[in-house]
Nanobody
Framework: QVQLVESGGGLVHTGGSLRLSCAASGKILSLNYVDWYRQAPGKQRELVAGISSTGTNYADAVKGRFTISSDNAKNTVYLEMNTLKPEDTAFYHC???????????????WGQGTQVTVSA
C-alpha cells in the first residue's frame, strides 16, 4: 500500500514563508505526478501546483511566489511558499499517482492535508 503524508503547514504573517512536504511511502517505484491543491472555507478546491516528468505548472495566483520541487530519492515533493498572503489561507493537500509495479500498475490517492493560515 501507498501512503501520502503532508507536513509543514502552520500560521505565518503576511509576507512570510512556509515549506510544505508531501512524502510518499510504501511500494513505490516512482512518482508519476504530484499535485498540490488547496481549499479555503466556502470555496472550491483549486489546483495550486503540479510536478511530473514533463515539468511543473502553477496556478496564476501563485506564480512567482510558490515553487514545487521533488526529491526522488525520498519520494517527497515540496511546495515552497514565499510572500504569503491572507488569501493563501487554506487547507492544502497533495494528490499523487505512483507507479507501484513494473507491469505499469499505478496507485492514486490523497494525503490527509495540512492547514496554512496567513494572518494580515
Amino acid at each position: 500500500q501507498v501512503q501520502l503524508v503532508e507536513s509543514g503547514g502552520g500560521l505565518v504573517h503576511t509576507g512570510g514563508s512556509l515549506r510544505l512536504s508531501c512524502a510518499a511511502s510504501g511500494k513505490i517505484l516512482s512518482l508519476n505526478y504530484v499535485d498540490w491543491y488547496r481549499q479555503a472555507p466556502g470555496k472550491q478546491r483549486e489546483l495550486v501546483a503540479g510536478i511530473s516528468s514533463t515539468g511543473t505548472n502553477y496556478a496564476d495566483a501563485v506564480k512567482g511566489r510558490f515553487t514545487i520541487s521533488s526529491d526522488n530519492a525520498k519520494n517527497t515533493v515540496y511546495l515552497e511558499m514565499n510572500t504569503l498572503k491572507p488569501e493563501d489561507t487554506a487547507f492544502y493537500h497533495c494528490n499523487a499517482e505512483v507507479l507501484v509495479d513494473s507491469d505499469g500498475s499505478t496507485w492514486n490517492g490523497w494525503g490527509q492535508g495540512t492547514q496554512v493560515t496567513v494572518s494580515a
